[in-house]
Every structure is written in structure tokens, then in C-alpha cells.
């Protein structure tokens, strides 16, 4: 039972966690920490939030444990004033897509002043943005996955998975957070700016296709409709990651065209199975 | 009401051509044709077909409609032998996803003997195949694009497009077969092979990734489980206007990897802000 969770970023996935908490009845006290009072005025007249503000040092101050649910530099940004502000019994953890950056930021900070820190992953979204489509399943049967290093506080480690255990996880994995930056930009980072692409590619082709859009472009672009703000830190923050699966990406494409190009079709078609496989062993 | 129709291909698409029609009861026999007699053999056994066989002659004979729904080069292989089997009274239509081949192939072989043939594109399916994953309501609100060209049979159009409409088509909208195979190559064929590539891509990067796939990926990649012959067919015969598309995602993609490359946040979420509102326009 914790007895002060303090979310700093009441949007999507922050207020999912909250909601998430309040359903499960995980926390006694939940603090919501946000720039704007108006946006957090809905998760408070909704219950979620036993208190918000706009504070951050008095929202983080006396909390068992702190989720970071801004965006990826943001976050990183926010650690500092986090760190002043709680104290030695306080477990701190993030929600971030990139890993490295905010680890890397903890662990300076904690050769100044020991505070855990432990990174989080969950590994669910949504094309929506904003506490308004916040869920408290978001997480349910999700996978999430936690980074700890060689220099992390074995129970710290263990609360943030039982954390994530308790608002639903199906499954919580750890990793290394270069390593699970890496695999984060080839499973998700690369699709949402291929499928970001996609929509741009239509739009100057022949926008007049959207017409004919049926469920195949819908579910390969939903994601193209992600928040700006999120995905520009994302994309910013991995981007070495990112660019070696972008290039991996083009390789791939291209040996594909070209295959359609020298009218190939056995070879094509070998490839086109050998894919049909990989994705229906995900299904 | 149709007195006999053929179906060419008893699989997903002419398998839910003929469960749609039996469920209206639009058509008084309905006619299978396909090169395994087994596998036509759960359509008869489910009362879907009437009679099936792998005669395509005897299978079109007699028949008021035929609806080709082979693969598009399969079934503008099997058009000659069509033509030569049906009577005057006969129309042809097909399901295929390009139609500027077999529209040339039609107007070819009505300069010999007239046929009325007019090209049918139902903007529906599913990542399954075969007639296992056929389904009554397939065409259930989706569009169906419908090729005409000048020297089509008024009296035929408006046959081929009420056809749709009965089998639950939302809409039919007409297209001259060359916009048609542009359009689709943008807004299908693209998508299809961007996700077959995006598989490759994760394949060959971090196989271990695919264990953190969540809907974003999952989505974004679910076409590429299509059947390969199918899509081998598709690729080789729009490859020209899949190139053009390609060739503009390749330079949308350039674009936003410079704008992450050179770090610029700004000029990447107005992109992306973009983006977004062009996708969620389409939901």
C-alpha cells in the first residue's frame, strides 16, 4: 500500500496510472503534478486526484513513490527539481519510450545525493492523447518493462515491478536501457514514423485516396495520429537508435522493390511468406 | 435477381461474394469454380455453393453474372477462356485490387466478340486468406470502386454497382482504371509493402523486440500477414505506380529522418502535427 503517489503528468499515461491506482486501490493519497490547473481540474472533480498542482517540489514532496509521466525530455528536465525535492524514503520511476537519457540523468544525480530511481516502460498507449482518454486498463495485460542497472537498489527494483504488477501488467520484463532503446526503436519508434510517412505520402500523392481508405490504411497509420509534442521528444531523445532501424527499414524496402522491379515473383513471393510467418507467430 | 453465378476463386473475396449473395438471396444458383475440388468442397458442404467445379468453362456457361475473384493476374490469365464460354447474355465482373490490366484484356477480347465486362474493386478484406476467413458481410459498408470505361454498357454499369449495393456496400464510387491502380498503389498496395518491410526490418534489427509489441506494432503491421501469392500478383502488376509511390514515402521518410537528424524539434512537430491531422480527418 502506498501511501502518497505523486504523478507528475496527468495526460494519457500518467492518468492511467492514477486512475489505474484508484481503481485497485494501491494508494491512499494520489497527487497529480501539472503545469496547467485547468488541465488537471477533471481528474480531481472526477476523484482520480485526491489533490493537483501545479507545484512540482510540493506535489513530489513526502510521496512514496513518484511517477514522471511528462514527455521524454521533459521528464529527463523535471529529474533535477524531483530530486531536491523528495526525500530518502521516496522510490521514483518514469513512463518514458526512451530509457537511456533519463537513466543516465538519475544516476548523476545520485552520486550527489542517493534517491531510487528505477525506469519504467509500459508498453501501451494510444493514438488519443490527454487525461480525457486516460483508462484504469490501460496497463491491464500489458507488457512493461523496467530498467534497473548494475548500481540500482534491489528492493527499489522490485517495488516498481510489483507496481507494475499490482495496476495490471501482464508481463514485466527488465532490460538494459540501451538495449531496450534499441529494441523500443525498432518496435515501435520506427513503425510510427514509417506510418507518419505513409499518411504524408498519400497526402501529396493523391490526397483523393484517402477516399478509398479502407481497414488496412486505417490500422497501419492509427498511430500517425499520436501527440506531436510526445512523439518530437521520442523521436529527438533515440534518435542514434532510431536511425539504425530507419536504415535497417530502407534495406529491407528496398530489396522488396527491387525484387517488384525485375519482376521477381517466385523471389518476391518467398519473401513475402517468409514475413507472413514472422508476423502471424506475433498474432 | 441473378438466375446463376459463377464465382472464379472460392476463396476470401469469392468466397464472401457467394456467402453474401446466398445470405440476401440475391441469386437463385450459385456456381463455384476453382482448380481443387477439395478445397470448394466446405462451400458446397455449407450450402454456400450450389454446384462446384473445376471446369471454369462448365462453371461460367450459362451464367447471367460471373465475378472473377482469382488474383489479379490469374484471373486476367482465365479471361480468354471466360470470354469464349459465356453467352451474350452474360456479364463479367471481377474483384481484383488493379484494373488497368484486365480492363485493356476486356476491351481487347470485346473487339473480337462482345462481353460485357466492367472492372470491380471491393475495398475489402483481411489480412486471412482462403474461405475459411469468407464472410457474408465483408462488403458491409465499404466502398467498392467500379471501372467503366467509355465503351462500357450503361445497362452493365448500373448492373455491376447494384450488385454491390445488395451485397452491403456503403458506397460505389466509379474510377477510370488507371486512377484506380494510382489511387490504390497509395492507399493499399504502399501500406502493404511499407508493413512487409517494417517486419523484415524489426526481423533482421532485434528479433528478441518482437516480445515487446504492443497494438501500435500489431496494427501498423497486421496486413503483412496477407497471402503472398496474392500480393506477389498485386505488386507485379501495379509496379508502376507502386514505384511512384514508393518513391514519395521514400522522400516523406527522408524528410522527417532530417528533421530528426539535425535535431530540429520544431520543424518536426509541425510535421507531425500535420500529420495527425490529416489521419484523424479519416476516422
Known amino acids: 500500500m502506498i501511501q502518497r503517489l505523486a504523478v507528475v503528468g ?27 490547473a485547468a488541465r488537471l481540474a477533471p481528474a480531481l472533480a472526477d476523484g482520480t486526484l485526491d489533490r493537483a498542482t501545479t507545484d512540482l517540489a510540493a506535489g513530489v514532496a513526502g510521496a512514496d513513490l513518484v511517477v514522471l509521466a511528462a514527455p521524454v525530455a521533459t521528464a529527463e528536465r523535471l529529474l533535477p527539481a524531483v530530486w531536491a525535492a523528495v526525500g530518502a524514503e521516496t522510490l521514483v ?12 540523468a538519475a544516476r548523476a544525480l545520485a552520486r550527489e545525493r542517493a534517491v531510487a530511481f528505477v525506469g ?16 484504469a486498463d490501460l496497463f491491464r495485460d500489458a507488457t512493461v518493462v523496467v530498467t534497473p542497472t548494475e548500481g540500482s537498489d534491489g528492493g527499489a527494483v522490485k517495488a516498481v515491478i510489483a ?9 514485466v520484463v527488465t532490460l538494459d536501457p540501451e538495449a531496450h532503446d534499441r529494441a523500443v526503436a525498432a518496435i515501435s519508434h520506427l513503425p510510427h514514423l514509417v506510418a507518419c510517412a505513409l499518411v504524408e505520402a498519400v497526402a501529396r500523392l493523391d490526397p483523393g485516396a484517402f477516399g478509398l481508405a479502407a481497414r488496412g490504411f486505417r490500422d497501419t497509420t492509427r498511430i500517425a495520429a499520436g501527440d506531436p ?12 537508435a532510431l536511425d539504425a532501424a530507419t536504415a535497417a527499414f530502407r534495406q529491407a524496402l528496398a530489396e522488396l522493390t527491387a525484387a517488384i522491379e525485375r ?21
Open 163 to 171: 507496481f507494475w504488477e499490482r495496476l495490471g501488467a501482464g508481463r
Open 120 to 135: 519504467s516502460h509500459p508498453m501501451a498507449g494510444s493514438e488519443r492523447s490527454g487525461y480525457e482518454a486516460a483508462r
Open 10 to 36: 496527468v495526460g494519457l499515461l500518467g492518468g492511467s496510472v492514477a486512475k489505474a491506482a484508484r481503481a485497485t486501490g494501491l494508494a491512499r493519497e494520489i497527487v497529480g503534478v501539472g503545469r496547467d
Open 229 to 240: 509534442a510526445v512523439w518530437e521528444e521520442i523521436f529527438l531523445a533515440n534518435r542514434e
Open 263 to 283: 519482376g521477381d515473383g517466385e523471389a518476391l513471393r518467398a519473401r513475402l511468406a517468409a514475413i507472413r510467418a514472422r508476423r502471424e507467430a506475433l498474432a
Open 93 to 104: 520511476t518514469d513512463v518514458g519510450s526512451t530509457k537511456a537519457g533519463i537513466v543516465r
